[in-house]
């Protein structure tokens, strides 16, 4: 077992790295998208609101330095830590050009006590250029990349605009392995048609390409967003805590042992979640996980062939 889980957590993985827990802080780096920006699309993915993904992200007010310094104040009073990775959550990372992206990278690389980034970014969103220069940064310190696949069907993928097909995250993650860069992989649960069989062919996909960590994302429906509006005039399914706890459970069992899971749930901001709203109560979420396990005598990669 990974510590006091029965799956591989980030928690456990930092841990062993780096000798002591590590902190994300969430930072803005006023991007954009290509699903945004008019090259592939102006709305975005179905669920993504004005905010984008990164609605506790730092302020894109603020420069790098500052948006560090303020999340380190906003984190202090729950983890006594003086290590972090900078997190580039908020749209698309990798977006813009090298001199841009190259100069705050390595500005928030340069903050006391960074010892590494994360990059959020999409599959169809690493040049030639932008894979040199994280290759460069994979040499100098721990980074990984974020890939928002969501599904591997098709027909759901359209659903969501996510704009490019399953083999463009296939092309993305072989050349991220290839120079030796990690990749986390992200996947909802419960979008809109999807089976659990459909659901769980998507945790199977994953666990073969041996991407090297992977979340899980609870579908829910924030206002101002197209997701809201499309639910309004046709309502849909939605997971309820018993059957998302199930498929957690199911899906952790598919995975590799070594694959280190970075999140088991979603959480939106309280003032703009419409549904669920049992996903607000994170901590029932994930203790109900631990507890199935437990009852279940069950852990990470149990069914993995």
Not at 22 to 47: A, E, Q, Y
Not at 106 to 134: F, H, K, M, N, P
Request: hydrophobic share 30%; net charge positive; aromatic share 12%.
């Amino acid at each position: 077992m990974w510590g006091d889980k029965r799956y591989h957590t980030l928690n456990y993985e930092l841990r062993k790295q780096f000798g002591q827990k590590v902190m994300k802080l969430s930072l803005d780096g006023g991007f954009t998208c290509p699903n945004r920006d008019g090259t592939i699309g102006h709305r975005g993915c179905i669920f993504c609101g004005e905010e984008g993904s990164g609605e506790f992200a730092a302020s894109r007010t603020l420069n790098i330095k500052d948006q560090v310094e303020e999340q380190k104040r906003l984190l202090s009073n729950k983890w006594n830590t003086d290590k972090y990775i900078a997190y580039f959550q908020n749209f698309t990372n990798t977006y813009s050009y090298y001199e841009d992206l190259r100069d705050k990278y390595y500005e928030a690389l340069s903050q006391d006590g960074v010892i590494g980034l994360a990059i959020a970014t999409r599959a169809d969103c690493l040049s030639e250029e932008v894979l040199e220069l994280l290759t460069e940064i994979n040499e100098k310190t721990y980074i990984w990349v974020e890939l928002g696949l969501q599904t591997i069907h098709e027909r759901t993928s359209k659903f969501i605009r996510r704009g490019y097909p399953l083999e463009t995250y296939n092309k993305a993650l072989e050349e991220l392995k290839a120079r030796n860069i990690k990749v986390v992989t992200h996947l909802i649960f419960g979008l809109p048609g999807e089976s659990k069989k459909d659901i769980l062919d998507s945790v199977k996909h994953v666990a073969n390409t041996n991407t090297w960590g992977i979340k899980f994302h609870l579908l829910y429906i924030q206002r101002k967003t197209d997701l809201y509006e499309y639910y309004l005039k046709s309502p849909f399914p939605m997971l309820s805590r018993e059957e998302y706890i199930s498929l957690v459970v199911d899906s952790l069992e598919l995975l590799p042992g070594e694959m280190v899971i970075h999140r088991l749930t979603g959480d939106g901001k309280r003032d703009l979640l419409y549904k669920p709203r049992w996903s607000l109560d994170k901590l029932r979420v994930l203790s109900g996980i631990d507890r199935e396990l437990k009852r279940k005598n069950s852990y990470q990669g149990l069914k993995y062939k």
